[in-house]
């Protein structure tokens, strides 16, 4: 069963950008996208790149290492279908942002 976990002040993910964070032994990017948060694993599944340094274009992260793609709303690759990274929910409350994994 999933367990919320505060992470985050909103003050600390700008617009457009994202942050790692270690929630439950799990490497997590957290982005603000547009005017809510999304959460994934952190390490991109062709070779370990850190997607929270990556560009972020909508809900999509390029991984900065290769180029790979994934959707922060599905976790699922753009260009292929059978590759994907875990995505978790998120939610806030005051400040404060909470995910869940």
Request: with cysteine; aromatic share 8%.
């Amino acid at each position: 069963m999933p367990t919320r976990q505060a992470v985050a002040d909103i003050t600390e993910i700008l617009a457009g950008q994202g942050k790692s964070f270690e929630i439950a032994g799990k490497q997590i990017a957290l982005f603000k996208a547009a005017d809510r948060y999304l959460a994934i694993d952190n390490l991109c599944p062709h070779r370990g790149g850190p997607l929270a340094d990556g560009s972020l274009t909508g809900d999509v992260v390029t991984c900065p290492w290769h180029g790979w793609q994934f959707d922060c709303a599905t976790g699922k690759s753009t260009r292929n279908a059978a590759v994907c990274v875990t995505s978790y929910a998120t939610s806030v409350e005051g400040s404060t942002i909470y995910v869940e994994v």
